[in-house]
């Protein structure tokens, strides 16, 4: 009887040990207000730094759905039609502003040249993910469609409303008060990732990476 209750009380630690140690694991993803203010704060408001991958180190774009302006679902990263793809991700205002630092450069870019045009598309992404404003998703596309203020008509606009825990961490997206951008090439891997409002040293590393993806998908002649 006293080796049983031995081994359920050893049972019982174990498990509690699992399961603390997951609950730590799965708050990194979930910081508080004042936890992702001082990391903006600490960090100079970009929590992921900007830094290129060779395609050997890249990690696969995850696969989720969204929907565009019109209210259709939107497959991703199919709907990047394995063009150089630029994605901007938001979860608040604050981190929806510091993206046009990266999009309107590069759409400025894009727009002016029809070989660019051809090879690469700019995805602006808003995440809200409290599953009951799935009520007022009709009112949200109506304000992100007032909103839209792209007027070199570069940016797919797209929303996605839900848990996007695992999305959020397969990007190490752990601050939502920051914005997110990803550089998607033509085989859906991620080849270059920062976040915050884009400094001149950053723009020019996500320019030049874009020129060489764009060189690599016509190798392939896609």
């Known amino acids: 009887r006293s080796f049983c209750a031995a081994m ?5 630690s174990v498990s509690r040990r699992v399961v603390v ?9 979930t910081k508080s207000l004042v936890e ?31 929907t565009n302006l019109d209210g259709d679902g939107v497959s991703l990263p199919a709907a990047f039609e394995k063009r150089v793809t630029l994605v901007a991700i938001s979860f608040r205002q604050v981190g929806q502003q510091a993206l046009g630092s990266w999009m309107t450069p590069l759409g400025e870019r894009v727009i002016a040249s029809s070989r660019a045009r051809s090879h690469t598309k700019i995805v602006h992404l808003t995440i809200v993910e ?3 404003v799935r009520l007022f998703k009709s009112w949200i596309l109506a304000a992100l469609r007032r909103a839209n203020s792209d007027p070199l008509a570069t940016t797919t606009q797209l929303l996605r409303i ?5 999305l959020r961490r397969a990007l190490g ?6 914005g997110f951008v990803f550089l998607v090439d033509h085989d859906a891997k991620v080849r270059f990732h920062a976040s915050g409002n884009a400094d001149d040293k950053e723009l ?11 060189a690599e998908r016509e190798k392939k002649r896609l």
């Open 162 to 166: 839900g848990d996007s825990e695992a």
């Open 36 to 66: 992702e203010i001082r990391e903006l704060s600490s960090t100079g408001g970009k929590p992921l730094r900007a830094r290129v991958f060779r395609a050997k180190d890249a990690a696969a774009f995850p696969s989720f759905e969204a």
């Open 173 to 178: 997206m752990d601050n939502r008060l920051a």
């Open 21 to 29: 140690a997951a609950h730590q694991r799965r708050r990194v993803y």
């Open 130 to 132: 409290n599953p009951i």
């Open 8 to 12: 359920l009380i050893r049972g019982v």
């Open 204 to 214: 020019k590393l996500l320019f030049d990476t874009t020129v060489d993806l764009v």
